[in-house]
């Protein structure tokens, strides 16, 4: 199987397990928001969601990155070594998950009370239960992508996110409120835990020869994972820290409304983030045999693709924001429409990023991201102090959106000094994509006055990607008769 084979056969896998799980997602979303709980409730649950996804970078420091990078390497090189590589991480992970949540449960009251939410520390005692089946998806997914088997990644992304959904609803209905759509959390994470262990072991640490480790292995582990630490946990406080300074600072409602514009941007980034989770382990094999160039071409055009997708996308959402936020979720998170318009940026940004982050993990250049993401995270955490009290939840999203602009920047110039790709041809797709966009953009704004419910806002979004379809095809940019026989 070829390098692109492999490439687009693990994209297939985990975009087709992301839209089961965003879709799944979605609708636990939407019952959730307009039927199941109030918006206070609803901010409330994700508050806590926020501050368990704080508190899960302590059981992992950088451990899971760190050994699929080595399992990506030591398979093509010495796979007598896998054995060792994955005992030694997973129990090393196993340690901090129970300092992180016998810690959480114990001092639950006290937790609740720092972060000005007294009515979280019943959710606390729940989300730490949680955060120790959760963990260990995180620590098998990761490690599945060492292995460059995405497939086994998004069954088990599967199993969590549609078990949760069907949980949280069942639990809710029977009344039991808030408390009842977080234990849904935990009974997803559980099952999938099972499935992740079993995988790990049967498939993978009972299928080499274990030919022991030494101390010099485990210590370059340890070492590598130091930066993907900082990175790492850069990565986590950046994308928690916001909704947990609008709870602090504001209260349970304007969380919901900030955590519905960021949901519907990462469901929107689910084929950005399904392209970059199948390719990035490519880029280390390619290291590894010296095939630089290769990855050079492989990022270009996965780069490219994504720019074609989300620059329109971006416009887009824009354009829509009021109406598809007041029409789906109701008046009441009519608030959400101006977050989602600043967010539509954030998911350009992201979307790069979700193409370029981890394969710098798999290059061997964590360290220089670690510094970026550090510093921009700090930024955005005092942009976020300083800007919620003045400007409310949209200052939090400008804050989120300039910070990781800048990220984003950065990010891409590591790779192109990493793998010296042609940047010019970039530059010129990207001209032309928005010349797309605009033109897009314009046919799209004239019917929106005209949007007054759902029907005719699924009109006027397909009319978007019919235009965009059409122009993308005659720009020359994607031949849609080889995109087709690619993905199927």
Known sequence: MSVTERIVDGFKATLGARLVTNIA???????????????????????????????????????????????????????????????????YRLVLIAIVTSTMVVGHERLAGLLNTPEAATLLIVGGIYLVFQSLNSYGQTLFQGFNRVELSAVVSVVNNVTRVASVIALTVLGLGVVGAMLGYVVGAALAAIVTLVALYRRFYTAYDDDGGEKALRNRMFRYSIPLTASTSANILDNRIDTILVGFLLNPLAVSYYVLSKQISQFVLVPAGSL???????????????????????????????????????????????????????????????????????????????????????????????????????ANACLNVLLIPRFGVPGAAFATVVTYGIYTTVNVAVMYRELGFDYARIARSVALIALISASMGLAVLFFVPYVSNIVALAGVIGLGVLIWGVLVTLSGLVDPRKTIALLT
């Open 276 to 378: 970059g989770f199948s390719v990035s382990p490519t880029y280390g094999e390619q290291k590894a045999t010296d095939a630089l160039e290769k990855s050079a071409r492989i990022y270009e055009s996965t780069l490219q693709y994504v720019l074609l997708l989300y620059i329109p996308a971006a416009v887009g959402l824009i354009l829509v924001a009021d109406p598809a936020v007041r029409l789906v979720f109701g008046a009441d998170y009519a608030g959400a429409a101006p977050v989602l318009q600043l967010m539509a940026i954030y998911v350009v940004f992201q979307a790069i990023t979700n193409v370029t982050t981890n394969a710098l993990d798999y290059l061997g250049r964590a360290s220089d991201r670690a510094v970026a993401k550090g510093v921009t995270s700090a």
């Open 25 to 91: 997602n979605g609708v636990l979303m939407l019952l959730l928001a307009r039927f199941l709980l109030t918006p206070d409730e609803y901010g409330l649950l994700f508050f806590v969601v926020a501050v368990l996804g704080v508190a899960s970078m302590v059981t992992d420091l950088g451990s899971a990155r760190s050994a699929a990078r080595y399992v990506s390497e030591y398979k093509e090189t010495d796979d007598g070594k896998i054995p060792y590589i994955l005992r030694t991480s997973l129990g």
